[in-house]
Structures are given as structure tokens and as C-alpha cells.
């Protein structure tokens, strides 16, 4: 939780982030707040879901800002760039994902929002549920909202 609260504060505060190994990225602070709501950045992950569905990993990477990283469950390569996003899904999409939030948390700020919480991916292909973390940041980027950062975890084993 202690993680989340931190993830939400940079994300919502539109501090420096690092982009790459010593460099960082100014999250653009405009002069105006593009109003939003949590239905509104709630409806961002059905956009995202049904790009999955298109079976179209160009569709799916147009989610994703230019300086996007993607911490997927089912690889441990983090994909730092549109083509690494767009390679991840390529990978993914033949086995027909198809998620489902089962408990989230919105947090909104100026041009920021996060939504966090666990979510159910069943793969139509060969049936296989999986149920996950989730944490995806959005910033509007002047014209719509994209992901910048996207995590994804499955849940540890169970202690005995």
C-alpha cells in the first residue's frame, strides 16, 4: 500500500521522472486542467481492453505515451519504448486476453491520473485465468489521455 500512496504522489504531483538510465523526464504541467472524473479514467481501461481485443498490437501501443514503461507480469523485460510495447503485445495478443477490474482505486490530479487496483485477465485461446495487480498513470497529453507507466503483477505464492 505504502508503494501505491508513493506511485500516486509522483504521479500526481508532476515531479521529474526518470526516463532512462540518468535521464529524466519533465511531466508537462499545463496552465490548465483538462477536467475529468474517475468514470472518465475508469472508461480509459475499457479503451485499453478493447484495444486488446482488436488483436492489433499497433491498436494497443497507441495507448501507451512516447515515454511509456511497461512492466508487464508475463516478462521480465520492462518495454521502454513504442516498438518494445508494441513487440510485447505481438507476443500476447494471439492468446486472446481479455481483462476484468475486480477492485480499483482513481486518484485524480492536473492532467494526471492513476488507476490501481487487481484485475482478471482470461485468455480466450486456451482458457487460462490469471488474476493480477495493476497500476496504470495517465497524463493528457493536449488531446487524450495515454498510459505512461503500466505494472502488472501476479500474486505471490501463498506463505505456508
Not at 25 to 44: D, F, N, Y
Not at 53 to 63: H, K, L, Q
Amino acid at each position: 500500500m505504502k508503494l501505491l500512496a508513493l506511485v500516486a504522489a509522483f504521479a500526481l504531483a508532476g515531479c521529474a521522472t526518470q526516463a532512462g538510465p540518468g535521464k529524466y523526464t519533465q511531466v508537462p504541467r499545463a496552465e490548465k486542467c483538462t477536467p475529468t472524473s474517475e468514470k472518465k479514467i475508469a472508461a480509459l481501461f475499457d479503451r485499453w481492453n478493447a484495444s486488446l481485443e482488436s488483436g492489433d498490437p499497433r491498436t494497443v501501443a497507441a495507448n501507451y505515451a512516447e515515454d511509456a514503461i511497461l512492466l508487464p507480469a508475463v516478462s521480465e523485460q520492462p518495454r521502454l519504448s513504442p516498438a518494445e510495447i508494441e513487440d510485447y503485445f505481438e507476443h500476447v495478443l494471439p492468446d486472446q486476453p481479455s481483462g476484468k477490474v475486480d477492485l480499483r482505486r482513481i486518484y485524480l490530479g492536473c492532467n494526471v491520473a492513476v488507476d490501481a487496483g487487481l484485475y482478471t485477465f482470461t485468455f480466450g485461446k486456451t482458457g487460462q485465468v490469471i488474476p493480477a495487480r495493476y497500476i496504470f498513470t495517465y497524463r493528457w497529453d493536449g488531446e487524450r489521455w495515454l498510459i505512461t507507466s503500466h505494472h502488472s503483477s501476479t500474486y505471490p505464492p501463498r506463505e505456508p
